[in-house]
C-alpha cells in the first residue's frame, strides 16, 4: 500500500468523539485569499477520513451480508456518525460559500456546494439516515435470495450461465426458479419501497421543494441538463434505438428458429454454441482482465496491478454477498475498491472492464488536491460512467488470447457481438426505467400502491421493449422492477448510463481511428475529475454531449456495422 493507504490504520477505529475535535479547530481556521488552500487541505483531509470509514464498513457490510457486527457498525456510523458530520461539514461549507474565497480548481466543485447548502436542512439528517437504513433492508433482502439448483443452494447470480446454455428447457427452469424466488420477497420488498417514498417526499417538502422528482434533480447536480432534455431522449431512443433493437430481435428469433423469443431466449447463441466460458476463477478473471487493460495503456495497466496487490477487488460470488458490483473510493488512501459477483460469464469480464474504468477515474484524478475536487460524489455520474463504458469498449480489440486476453478469435468475435447488442439493448432499458421513475416520483400516491406500480412498469417495458413474449408470464413481469437496485438506493440515477454511453461510443469511434489519440484524451479528460463542466468533459475526451436522434443514429450505425463486420468474420 501507498504511504496514505498505511495511514488509514490511524482513523478507522474513530468514533464521534474523535471527529468532533478536529472538525471544530478546521471551523476556527482563518480563511482569506491568502488561507483558503490551507482550510481546504485540512477540510479534505478530515473529510476524506470520515468518507473512508463509511466506506470501508459499508463495503464489509455488502461482502457479508449476514454479519450481525458489521450490520450494526454500519447502522451505528448512519444513525449516529453520518448526521453529525453531515452538520459538521454543511458548517464548513457555509464558511468557504460566505467567505467568497474560491481556490484555484474550485470552481465547479463550489457550484456544486452551493446546492448542497442551499438543499441543506437539519431536520432531514435523521430523514436521510432512515433513508439509508431503509435501502439497507432491501440490500439484505436481495442478497438472501437463493435458490436450489443442481443439488446446492445458490445465489441467483449463479444462475447467469444456464441462460447462455442451448437446453431450452432447463433455461425455463432457471428463469423461472429466479423470478418465482423474487416474487417470494414481493410484500416485502414493497414494504420497503413505501417506506422509501415517504421518507423521500419528507426531505424534499423540508427542503421547499414540491415534489421529490423537482428536488432529487437538484440534487444530483444536474446542471447541464433538464427534465425536458431527458424526455427529448426519451422520445429519440424510441424513434431511433427500440427499432433497431426490434431488428437484432428479430434475427435471433429467425436464427432459433422460433415463434417467438421467450425470457430465457435472449442470451443463448443463436448458431447452436456452448455459453462463453472466458475464465474458471476469479483470481484468472482478475489476471486476465490485467493483461488487456496494460494492452490498452501501460499507465492503466500499471493502475490495475497496484489494486491487485492490494487487494483492492473482491469479485467472487457467494452467499450472504450483496448483489451487484460497484467501484468505491477510500478517499484517504486515494484508492478504489472493486466489489462484484462473478458467474464464470462474458458478462463478469465486461463488469470488471466497467468497474476497473471507475478505478482509473480515481488514480488519474488523484492528484488532484481536494476532496471536492477528486471524489466521486462531486463528479458528474454522466461522465464517470463515460470512464466505465470507455474502457469496456477500448479493451475489446484486445480480448484475443494473441493479445494476452480471454479468447479465440472466433470466441473474441461473438463476446464483442454480445456486448454490442448489449450497447444497443441498454438505451431502451435505460430510457423505460428512466420513465419509470419520472412517472414514481411524479405520482408518489399512486406508486404506493402495488397495482399502479406494476402496471406502469408493464406499459413501459411494452413500450420501450417489446421484443420479447411475456405471455402468460405478466405477473412476472410487472413484478421485475423490483430487482432493479438503483430505484431503491440510488433513486432516479439511471438516465446516466444512455447518456454515458453516447460519449463511450464516441471514445471508441475515436480510437478506431487512432486508438494511441482517444485514450490520451480519455485520460486528459479523467484527470479532470470534478473540475470542469460535463460538456467541458465530454469535449476533452473527444466526444459531444447531445440529446438529439443525430448522435442516436451516428451510434445505432456505427454498432450495427460492426456487428455485420463480426459475423463476417465467423461465416
Known amino acids: 500500500m501507498t504511504a496514505a493507504g498505511t495511514e488509514t490504520e490511524d482513523f478507522l477505529a474513530w468514533t464521534w468523539d474523535d471527529m468532533e475535535p478536529r472538525y471544530r479547530e478546521i471551523e476556527g481556521m482563518p480563511l482569506e485569499a491568502d488561507s483558503g488552500a490551507a482550510f481546504l487541505g485540512a477540510w479534505s483531509n478530515l473529510s476524506s477520513r470520515v468518507s473512508e470509514i463509511g466506506a470501508r464498513i459499508k463495503l464489509a457490510s455488502d461482502q457479508n451480508t449476514a454479519d450481525e457486527e458489521i450490520a450494526e457498525r454500519y447502522r451505528v456510523f448512519i444513525e449516529e456518525i453520518g448526521p453529525r458530520a453531515e452538520e459538521a461539514e454543511q458548517r464548513l461549507k457555509e464558511k468557504l460559500i460566505a467567505s467568497g474565497v474560491v481556490p484555484a480548481g474550485m470552481e465547479i466543485p463550489l457550484r456544486s456546494m452551493r446546492v448542497e447548502a442551499e438543499l441543506f436542512r437539519e431536520e432531514n439528517l435523521p430523514l436521510m439516515t432512515e433513508e439509508k437504513l431503509a435501502a439497507e433492508e432491501y440490500f439484505k433482502i436481495t442478497g438472501a435470495q437463493t435458490v436450489e439448483w443442481d443439488g446446492e443452494e445458490i445465489p441467483l447470480v449463479q444462475l447467469q450461465p444456464v441462460f447462455e446454455e442451448q437446453d431450452r428447457a432447463r433455461r425455463e427452469r432457471a428463469w423461472r426458479a429466479a423470478t418465482q424466488r423474487r416474487l417470494h420477497d414481493r410484500d416485502a420488498v414493497r ?75 435472449q442470451e443463448v447463441d443463436v448458431f447452436g454454441r456452448g455459453p462463453l466460458r472466458p475464465y474458471d476463477s476469479a483470481e484468472e478473471l482478475e489476471d486476465t482482465t490485467a493483461a488487456v487493460v496494460r494492452r490498452v495503456d501501460p499507465v492503466l495497466g500499471d493502475h490495475f496491478d497496484t489494486m491487485r496487490q492490494s487487494g483492492l477487488l473482491d469479485m467472487e460470488s457467494r452467499k450472504n454477498k450483496a448483489p451487484g458490483a460497484y467501484c468505491t473510493i477510500f478517499d484517504a488512501a486515494r484508492r478504489p475498491f472493486i466489489f462484484g459477483n462473478a458467474s464464470g460469464t462474458h458478462d463478469d469480464v465486461v463488469t470488471l472492464l466497467h468497474e476497473g474504468g471507475h478505478a482509473m477515474h480515481v488514480f488519474e484524478a488523484e492528484h488532484l488536491p481536494f476532496l471536492p475536487q477528486r471524489t466521486f460524489d462531486s463528479m458528474p455520474i454522466e461522465f464517470a460512467e463515460v470512464a466505465s463504458m470507455g474502457m469496456e469498449l477500448l479493451a475489446a480489440p484486445y480480448l484475443t488470447r494473441d493479445e494476452g486476453g480471454f479468447y479465440s478469435a472466433e470466441d473474441a ?159
Not at 436464427?255 to 417467438?260: A, C, E, K, S, V
Not at 408518489?444 to 408493464?458: H, I, K, L, Q
Not at 444512455?498 to 460519449?503: D, N, P, S, T, V
Open 191 to 265: 414494504e420497503v419501497w413505501v417506506k422509501l417514498l415517504d421518507v423521500r417526499e419528507r426531505i424534499a417538502r423540508n427542503a421547499g421543494f414540491p415534489d421529490y422528482f423537482s428536488y432529487r434533480w437538484r440534487d444530483l447536480g444536474r446542471f447541464d441538463y433538464t427534465p425536458e432534455d431527458s424526455q427529448q431522449f426519451h422520445a429519440a431512443v424510441e424513434s431511433v434505438v427500440v427499432p433497431a433493437v426490434s431488428r437484432m430481435f428479430e434475427r435471433r428469433r429467425r436464427r432459433l428458429g422460433l415463434q417467438t423469443l421467450r425470457p430465457w431466449d
Open 413 to 571: 468475435a461473438r463476446a464483442r457481438i454480445q456486448h454490442l447488442e448489449g450497447i444497443l439493448s441498454l438505451f431502451p432499458w435505460t430510457v423505460a426505467v428512466d420513465a419509470f421513475q419520472h412517472w414514481v416520483y411524479r405520482h408518489p400516491g399512486e406508486a404506493r400502491d402495488v397495482g399502479a406500480t406494476e402496471a406502469a412498469w408493464s406499459d413501459l417495458m411494452q413500450r420501450y421493449l417489446p421484443h420479447v413474449d411475456y405471455s402468460g408470464l405478466e405477473r412476472e413481469r410487472a413484478n421485475d422492477w423490483q430487482r432493479v437496485p438503483h430505484l431503491f438506493g440510488w433513486p432516479l440515477y439511471f438516465l446516466e448510463y444512455a447518456l454515458a454511453q453516447l460519449g463511450a461510443v464516441q471514445v471508441w469511434a475515436n480510437a478506431l481511428k487512432d486508438q494511441a489519440e482517444a485514450v490520451r484524451q480519455y485520460r486528459a479528460a479523467l484527470a479532470l475529475g470534478a473540475t470542469a463542466t460535463l460538456p467541458q468533459l465530454f469535449d476533452t475526451a473527444g466526444a459531444r454531449f447531445t440529446f438529439d436522434e443525430v448522435i442516436l443514429h451516428e451510434v445505432v450505425r456505427l454498432v450495427e456495422s460492426t456487428i455485420d463486420e463480426l459475423e463476417a468474420s465467423q461465416e
